[in-house]
């Protein structure tokens, strides 16, 4: 699978999830404007991948230029690739990490 597939794939699947933390709408669209500072819910478990709201409203907005078919380097959709599935991970971090389903 290429990376540029794989963000737009992963970027659902992030906003989804954020979805299920009440932080994104159904576009994608992260809710809590005017704050720089992450939602309680999300700190503790992006602590060390994402340090505030712009970096996760930055990795949305590549997700979703990805999904519509934009131009983007191979540099920016590697990275894209690689945190938005530790992203992706760490938000569904099971109990048990023999169930991590990102694997």
């Given at each position: 699978m290429n990376?540029?597939?794989e963000?737009?794939?992963l970027s659902v699947r992030l906003e989804q999830i954020l979805r299920r933390f009440g932080t994104v709408d159904r576009e994608g669209r992260y809710l809590e404007?005017?704050?720089y500072e992450l939602p309680v819910a999300l700190r503790g478990r992006l602590d060390g991948l994402i340090d505030d709201v712009e970096e996760l409203q930055g990795l949305l907005s590549?997700?979703?230029a990805a999904r519509r078919g934009e131009p983007l380097s191979p540099a920016v959709?590697?990275?894209a690739?690689?945190?938005t599935k530790e992203v992706c991970?760490?938000?569904?971090?099971p109990d048990?990490?023999?169930?991590d389903t990102l694997q």
């Open positions: 990376d540029i597939h963000v737009a794939l404007r005017g704050s590549i997700g979703q959709l590697s990275a690739r690689i945190i991970r760490a938000l569904c971090q048990d990490p023999s169930k």
